[in-house]
Structure formats: C-alpha cells, structure tokens
Nanobody
C-alpha cells in the first residue's frame, strides 16, 4: 500500500559527505512525522533524526548533532538526510520511517524503507 524507497548510500572516506533521500509512494492521504534510523552490526536500531510535517520540530541523536541535517519536501513526499563530516562510527544501514494515514478517518501507521548501506572507511 505504501512504499518507502531510500537512495544515496554508499562508501565514503572519513570526513566526507553523503545525502540520503527517501521517497514515499502508494496509497497516501497524509504523512505526519518522518525520520531516519540506523542499525550497525550487533547493535540496536537507533533514531538518527526526526522531523514533523511542518518542519517546526526537528530532533537529532547527540552523536550526529552539528553534522547531519534532516529536511523534507511534502510536495514530493520525500525526506532527506544530509550527512557531513562522516566518521567510521556512522557506518550502518540507514532506514527511513514515516507515519502515514492512508485514508481519512484511519489511524496513523508506521512504514519503513528497505534500508541503504552507509560505509565510512579509508
């Protein structure tokens, strides 16, 4: 019903930058909060950044504050994550999340993308 497709991952050297994108499509009436999570090997999935529908509230994990920037384009149902000054510890699979209403009167439901690998290594 709802698909989230991430793109923009890859291999980058320490200190480099990447920009992740996540486009939502399918049966969508409204998208509320959107966010990025990541999961490194043998670790739990953690919130990296989140943004409300109007962009009025944004939060970041302490480990990425000042280096990552989340933004969204509601006309395109797309959320972005600009990642600068990347460190080896940022290596993980990054997942997009969106809270979606698929029809008027129905409840919000969370949807996830398939994940995109980010590897920071020299």
């Amino acid at each position: 019903q709802v698909q989230l497709v991430e793109s923009g991952g890859g291999l980058v050297q320490p200190g480099g930058s990447l920009r992740l994108s996540c486009a939502a499509s399918g049966r969508i009436f409204s998208i509320n909060d959107m966010g990025w999570y990541r999961q490194a090997p043998a670790k739990q999935r953690e919130l990296v950044a989140g943004i409300t529908r109007d962009g009025g509230s944004i939060n970041y994990a302490d480990s990425v504050k000042g280096r990552f920037t989340i933004s969204r384009d509601n006309a395109k149902n797309t959320v972005y994550l600009q990642m600068n000054s990347l460190k080896p510890e940022d290596t993980a699979v990054y997942y997009c999340n969106a809270l979606v209403i698929i029809a008027p009167g129905l409840a919000l439901r969370p949807y996830w993308g398939q994940g995109t690998q980010v590897t920071v290594s020299s």
